[in-house]
């Protein structure tokens, strides 16, 4: 998903192990293609519904994979406090006819503020949240090189302009617009300089 860079979204895609059977779902013993196993005569209220054991072990995967990605998720927005949204989830229905989360993203806001030493703080806000989850995914480590990068740019315009007020910043400092210009050419061999595009973990 790409978005501008403003509405940054953290997301734990099923990769790895989040990763979901795609595939139809397991048959049962009677040829159900979802497995399950009704009671003889017509469906009522109180009939049981059985489970074989595949499609048993799909439910248990399947709510494992949803305690993850809901764990995942609710990492990234308590971390992000202020500049997190909610969560959204992608769903897949089990064999026993509920729905399992088995992806999550959460909209985080990584836009600079109006002040350097504020987007400094808020990329700091930003990395932390992209980097709560206890296995952060690839995405995730991209948010936070991103935010390093905007931090490093803001932490060189802090510079800059306690330099232009001060009239420098001691003997043997390196001039501001030095500095400045190594840390946006740091951020540019990253690969993260460019606005063009939006970041999804």
Do not use: C
């Amino acid at each position: 998903m790409w978005t501008v860079a403003a509405d940054l979204s953290i997301s734990s895609l099923p990769i790895g192990s989040y990763g979901t059977p795609r595939s139809r779902p397991a048959r049962g013993e009677d040829g159900n293609a979802s497995g399950v196993k009704g009671g003889g005569g017509s469906a009522g209220a109180t009939d049981t519904v059985t489970l074989s054991d595949a499609a048993q072990q799909q439910v248990q995967k399947l709510k494992q994979i949803d305690a993850n990605v809901r764990q995942h998720e609710a990492a990234h927005q308590a971390a992000g406090g202020s500049h997190a949204g909610g969560a959204s989830f992608t769903y897949t229905r089990g064999p026993d006819g509920k729905n399992y989360a088995t992806a999550g993203e959460v909209p985080i806001d990584v836009s600079a503020e109006s002040e350097p030493a504020a987007t400094i703080a808020k990329m700091e806000q930003v990395k932390a949240a992209a980097l709560a989850p206890a296995d952060p995914s690839p995405q995730d480590m991209r948010v936070a090189a991103q935010a390093d990068a905007a931090k490093l740019k803001a932490q060189a315009d802090l510079r800059r302009q306690g330099g232009e007020g001060q009239g420098g910043e001691g003997q043997g400092a390196e001039p501001p617009a030095a500095r400045a210009a190594a840390a946006y050419g740091a951020a540019q061999s990253l690969g993260y300089a460019r606005s063009d595009r939006g970041l999804t973990v």
